[in-house]
């Protein structure tokens, strides 16, 4: 998506940096000023889960002539071409053209750009042509309070949850006063919230997830957030910087550029993210303040320790804004979770069913199994890939009554149970055509009291479009249950 690979690899392509090229953005003006109106803007990426989508339907709505480019082809994009609907936005599909250069007067380049190595992007800023990106525009124009959110894990489910307390606090009847008018969650989440900027207020409250690519290019506009977060930080997408370091100053950006937001809320940091942020920190008036430690489990319909430690981060940044914690509790108590992560979407005959189809590495099925304190059957098994399953395997073993095996890894998960020393278990393990042969295997084998987990600890490109496309199947087959 957007991402230019050509020329023979990466270790051929010229490095090119921003400091290598700044040109300066035109001026757009407000968001009423229609400076946009008959202008070229070229939209680098529109994606197979629709991520340019929103900034391109904002940009048509504001009179610009639209092209899109994205080195996947049409049919690839056939759900994001067939959500956009709009003759009017040019589409040139299956690479990058210089070509499709020509006369552009604004680019918009979408976060998947690593624009390190892209050749494209090189072309465009030899030719001087102004950029920006999606979040820049947004951040250049919002005026509600913006509550920013990044970090290496938990981060999505930690805005959702945020968002939904906030929306339940300010209809709660024993509240007189909530402080705020409306809240709008977008950003990294997937929503964007370009198309909503008329609708969004000074009174309002903006709960944004941003993700590393998306801070990359912060530093390039003025803005300030309420109150920055920083779930957590460890070694992630290594592959997209030159070391660690770079990795976590690009996600100290979050803090404004400079770093002038009055609160930075963070939570767990390794020694060396500790160090960079407390660098970032010196003479600034930036107010750190650590996640609240919880003595006592949070009252939450979802599992896990890390639900635990995001609901934290929720009830800090709710005590930053003046709420009572109490409805806070209340409001966090019937948040149900993120779709296709570990979402319960089903209690039949005292059996819970979750969905987990984001689960796509074995090291996301082991914080599943931790989370979960009853007799489990579990769904595993999609797309192979070249990882070690051996610790899933163990795992599987000593965690389920029964595991069923599905798709191109499933008699691999099964091999690495067979050979996983594990003493003293009863664990069934079965191997299934598919998923709908899987779910009905769970529902006749699961006794009351039990969960049926499906969580895949792989890709889902052995069968499905992507792991949406696959959880969707689960929750229909689960409801297809009698």
């Not at 700044?22 to 001026?27: A, K, S």
């Not at 929103?54 to 080195?71: C, F, N, P, S, Y």
């Not at 610790?391 to 691999?412: F, H, M, N, Q, T």
Request: aromatic share 4%.
């Amino acid at each position: 998506m957007g991402h230019d690979s050509r020329a023979g690899g990466a270790s051929k392509l010229r490095r090119t940096t921003l400091s290598d090229f700044t040109p300066q953005p035109i001026d757009l003006g407000d968001v009423s000023s229609g400076a946009l109106a008959g202008r070229r803007v070229l939209v680098i990426g529109l994606g197979r889960f629709g991520g340019g989508l929103g900034v391109t339907k904002w940009l048509v709505d504001e009179g610009a002539r639209v092209t899109i480019t994205d080195q996947a082809d049409e049919a690839s994009l056939a759900e994001s071409i067939a959500a956009l609907n709009d003759p009017s936005v040019t589409l040139r599909l299956g690479g990058h053209d210089p070509a499709d250069l020509d006369g552009i007067e604004l680019a918009v380049v979408n976060p998947a750009v690593n624009k390190d190595r892209s050749e494209f992007f090189g072309e465009l800023c030899q030719r001087d042509i102004p950029w920006t990106t999606e979040m820049n525009l947004l951040l250049g124009r919002c005026r509600g309070g913006v509550v920013a959110v990044t970090g290496t894990y938990g981060k999505s489910t930690t805005c959702a949850m945020l968002a939904h307390v906030l929306e339940t606090y300010r209809n709660d009847p024993c509240v007189e006063d909530a402080g705020y008018r409306d809240v709008h969650l977008g950003g990294n989440i997937g929503r964007s919230l370009l198309p909503d900027l008329s609708h969004i207020g000074p009174d309002d409250v903006v709960v944004l997830e941003i993700s590393n690519a998306q801070l990359e290019d912060l530093p390039r506009i003025d803005w300030r957030p309420r109150i920055a977060m920083i779930t957590n930080l460890s070694p992630h997408h290594l592959d997209r910087y030159n070391s660690y370091a770079e990795y976590v100053q690009t996600k100290i950006n979050i803090l404004g550029q400079p770093a002038t937001t009055e609160r930075l809320i963070a939570g767990p940091l390794d020694e060396e993210a500790e160090r960079l942020v407390t660098q970032r920190l010196v003479e600034t008036t930036v107010k750190r303040i650590a996640v609240a430690s919880v003595d006592e489990p949070i009252e939450l319909c979802i599992p896990g320790v890390h639900h635990q430690q995001n609901a934290a981060c929720v009830l800090t940044v709710c005590a930053q804004l003046g709420l009572r914690l109490d409805a806070v509790r209340r409001a966090l108590s019937t948040f149900r979770g993120l779709p296709h992560r570990l979402e319960l979407v089903r209690m039949l005959d005292g059996v819970s069913y979750y969905d987990d189809a984001k689960s796509t590495s074995p090291s996301a099925v082991l914080t599943s199994l931790s989370s979960l304190d009853r007799p489990i059957v579990a769904i595993v098994g999609g797309q192979r890939k070249n990882v070690p399953l051996d610790a899933l395997g163990a795992s599987l073993l000593k965690s389920c009554r029964e595991v069923i095996c599905i798709g191109e890894s499933g008699p691999d998960v099964a091999r690495a149970m067979s050979g996983a020393l594990v003493y003293d278990t009863a664990c069934v393990v079965t191997e299934a055509e598919g998923l709908e042969e899987a779910v009905v295997l769970a529902r006749e084998r699961a006794r009351p009291g039990d969960v049926v987990l499906f969580s895949s600890g792989a890709p889902s490109f052995d069968r499905y479009a992507n792991f949406v496309e696959r959880g969707k199947h689960f929750v229909r087959l689960v409801h297809g249950l009698e």
